[in-house]
């Protein structure tokens, strides 16, 4: 059961440092941290939107993956009296 408390804390913990990273990644409305890499990149691959899309289908899944780390380690930890 240790393992698969610890197996758990490290999957919240890396996933959000992505989650973070793909947040700040997303095309703002001025300057940031996704033109600070690339600038003038970013634009040629955000103007079809096909970049955009994956990204935030990306974020999304990350979330999911977060949201169901964290509710497990609840679940866990609830009836396990931890």
Known sequence: MNFLIIALQVLVVASSVIMGAFILLHKASGGGVSDMFG??????????????????????????????????????????GL
């Open 39 to 80: 600038g003038g990149m970013t634009s040629s691959l955000n103007s079809t939107g096909v970049a955009e899309k994956n990204l935030t289908r990306f974020t999304i899944a990350t979330a999911v993956i977060w949201a169901a780390a964290i509710m497990a380690l609840a679940v866990i930890t609830r009836f396990t």
